[in-house]
């Protein structure tokens, strides 16, 4: 039986202890004379998603760091394709950075061809933020937990239809793990971001939804939407109330990442500088409290350690696109 891949243990090891408040070591930075510019933030998808809340939460810190702007840019379109191409062909000089997710290792995986090279193309620096998936359902949907799903399910198999932010998404994924491991079928409806998503899930067009904390937690504290399950391994201290889907299927685990990258290639001193920059920036007092309050964890993964992990997730979300069969061309 497929499962979803949790976070490498080191990975979830180090994400446990800059939440605990333990900084890793950051690197003597050499002088450098950068930035000289605006930073351009590019995020490859549209603003109101997890990724998009994540960069708005951290520009201005860094901003504030770098003396010079960092104005984030949304380019969506094309499954994060089109976001993730400008990047790599754009100039190694620190001037233009990426905000990568999870999608980021999937995709590899999900086309046939991708327009980059998705290790190489792209420099590394750290990861922002970890969170899970919220298991979410429109009100007038009669389950209020993951049994209660299965077999609503099971009763009216397809009848049923969950949205994600795009094909090959974590979102999406988690649902079509989940249908394989419950032994169930429900009709899968992709959308180019999490507002198109909440808009149809809220007019009751969608019956469910996969979607970041970071993304959905305003829909469920209002009442909006009810949240019946998270997609780690382990219940969210920010919603302890709410159940895991492992409680009910055992081994589920999806937990979602965001990262800072920039072209391949990027100087080395601009590399130390941006990684220390940014992990000073995540661990401020208010942006570590802005992400805990939507779910997230900090990060601060140094730029190789980040690298390796990228590349463990590229091969352990092989196995799960090639489970759910979804394929883009």
Known sequence: MPNARPLAP????????IAAGVLPALPAVAQTAWPTRPIRFVVPFPPGGPSDVVARIVAPRLQERLGQAVQVD???????LIGSEFVARSPADGHTVFLGSIVHAINVSLYAKLPYDSLKDF???TVLAATPNLLVVHPSLPVKSVRDLVALAKKRPGELSFASISNGSSSHLSGELLKTAAGFDMQHVPYKGSPQAHADLLGGH??????????VMPLVKSGRLRAIA???GKRSSVLPEVPAIAEAVPG???VGWHGLMAPGG?????VDRLYGETVKAINEPETRE???????????MPPEEFLAYVRSEINKWAAAVKSSGARVD
Not at 10 to 17: E, H, P, Q
């Open 206 to 215: 969608v019956q469910l939804m996969f979607d970041s904390m970071l993304s």
């Open 123 to 125: 420099t590394m620096i």
């Open 252 to 254: 589920f685990d999806v």
């Open 74 to 80: 949304n380019r969506p379109g094309a499954g994060t």
């Open 266 to 270: 990027l100087p080395r001193p601009i």
């Open 290 to 300: 802005r992400f805990l309050q939507l779910g997230g964890t900090p990060g601060g």
């Open 230 to 232: 998270v997609t780690s």
């Open 10 to 17: 080191a990975a979830a090891g180090l994400f446990a202890s």
